[in-house]
């Protein structure tokens, strides 16, 4: 059985998989910090976001980006009040092009929600498909 922390970020995962805005932000706390890679700026999709709200304002911009995505989480590995969560991303550009490419998610947790998450990735692969 997982812990309570990982059953709250597999509630999100899930949430991802479901296209659930609210069962993404289950697992997540009300002052979140969502964290993108600077490298992602020129998408409107880099730096830090902040909130349920922040979070939302996120994700309804994506699809302005993106033609889909899918999340896999693979392994999830948790020490003290951090989970770490290795997996791949199937990514669609507008065009049609599908790519599979890696992340590492940090997940820093308080009061059982996810109160940091930061999506580590390669941004130049990211910016190859996005352009593609």
Do not use: C
Request: no cysteine.
């Amino acid at each position: 059985m997982a812990s309570p922390n990982i059953e709250a970020i597999r509630a999100s995962y899930a949430g991802f998989r479901d296209r659930d805005i609210e069962g993404i932000l289950s697992g997540l706390h009300p002052d979140v910090e969502w964290v993108h890679p600077q490298g992602m700026d020129r998408y409107g999709l880099g730096g830090t976001k902040r909130g349920h709200a922040g979070v939302k304002e996120f994700l309804a911009h994506v699809p302005t980006v993106l033609g889909g995505m899918r999340l896999t989480p693979r392994e999830f590995i948790e020490q003290g009040d951090r989970v770490v969560v290795f997996g791949t991303r199937e990514v669609t550009s507008l065009r049609g092009t599908t790519v599979t490419l890696d992340f590492v998610h940090s997940w820093t947790m308080r009061d059982g929600k996810a109160a940091r998450m930061e999506d580590i990735f390669d941004t130049v692969a990211f910016h190859e498909l996005i352009e593609s």
